[in-house]
């Protein structure tokens, strides 16, 4: 995989280390104009031999295979789709698109020009994820599963004074179930598959949810989805059973030590991983690049495919309109 990175903010600082220790191949860094001092002093720490402000540009470049979309949201659909238009796989990073229809034509699009598409979702790949996974056949039969990731954010302050930062903006496809909600979904859609039917409720603040609850009704069991920008609280996920009950305490997306309590009293307990949160996918990314794997590819598709349509349901439900839900 030779990798072309798009993005200069916060998520691209944070993935660059990571890409670096993992020995991946970064031929290029793209940023806008107005970031261009910021691309020059990334590439200078981590040795990128190539830097433009141009997306087109930095898709002509032939020695790319791949490119990394760490850009504002209401950015991924256009700059994906130009991507695989070119001949690139790419890299997505969550969520794959703010809508389920460009997130549906994304995938189709993937498959016609036998070119990779993948969200980055840091939940799904982690090796605790499937700690999870093995732990439950012995929780019995499911009843209710629980998770909260809830932080409050430095940018709701703004937010209260009048200020319209990204992640709070409508028209940039912002809100808490966008950013911190969607790993809950990820989390409990790849464990069970797509629900029944979802339940909505949000604070809405200048057309944003700055909070809510969203409740994925499986028939036998019930999920409950929380996610806040505007408070705090310990984060965690919880799935009970009939005979006993899984936990971790953490976030989704971090997805750290996996505790099994059963009813007799036996406990067991799982750490199957203790490094960045980004390197398990970038991991696997690689390999399903260099080697062409559709099935895998198409697989994890599906999956964001359905979080699509559960994130566009429930923001349906809460009134919450996007540019893109007009096209």
């Known amino acids: 995989m030779k990798l072309g990175v798009t993005g200069t903010g916060m998520i691209a600082k944070e993935a660059l280390p990571v890409l670096r220790n993992l020995g991946l191949d970064i031929g290029a860094l793209c940023g806008t104009p107005r970031s261009a001092d910021t691309v020059r002093e990334l590439r200078a720490e981590y040795g990128i031999p190539k830097g433009t402000t141009d997306f087109a540009e930095l898709l002509s470049y032939t020695d790319l295979d791949t490119v990394y979309l760490a850009v504002p949201n209401s950015q991924h659909y256009a700059m994906a789709k130009q991507a695989l238009e070119a001949g690139k796989h790419v890299i997505l990073e969550k969520p794959m698109t703010d809508n389920a229809r460009t997130a549906r034509e994304l995938a189709e699009l993937s498959r016609k020009r036998n070119r990779l598409l993948f969200e980055a979702v840091t939940t799904r790949l982690n090796p605790n994820y499937e700690a999870v996974r093995d732990f439950l056949p012995e929780i019995g039969a499911l009843k209710l599963v629980q998770c909260n990731y809830s932080q409050y954010s430095s940018r709701y302050d ?115 991983f203790h490094g960045h949160r980004m390197e398990p996918e970038f991991i696997r990314f690689a390999r399903a690049i260099d080697g062409n794997d559709r099935a895998f590819c198409d697989a994890l598709l599906e999956q964001s495919v359905t979080v699509a349509e559960l994130l566009t349901e429930a923001r349906k439900q809460a009134g919450i309109r996007f540019p893109s839900d007009e096209a």
Request: overall charge neutral; proline content about 4%; hydrophobic content about 35%.
């Open 158 to 272: 703004a937010f209260r004074r009048g200020e319209t930062p990204v992640s709070f903006d409508p028209a940039k496809s912002g809100g808490a179930l966008m950013d911190l909600n969607l790993y809950n979904f990820h989390y409990i859609v790849g464990l069970f598959g797509k629900p029944r039917c979802i339940t909505y409720l949000a604070n809405i603040e200048r057309g944003i949810d700055t909070s809510g609850v969203a409740t994925l009704d499986y028939g036998a069991f019930k999920a409950v989805s929380v996610a806040a920008k505007d408070s705090a609280s310990p984060c965690h996920c919880v799935i009970q059973g009939t005979e006993g009950y899984i936990v971790q305490d953490t976030p989704a997306n971090v997805c750290g030590s996996v505790t099994l309590r059963l009813n007799g009293g036996a406990e067991k307990f799982r750490d199957d």
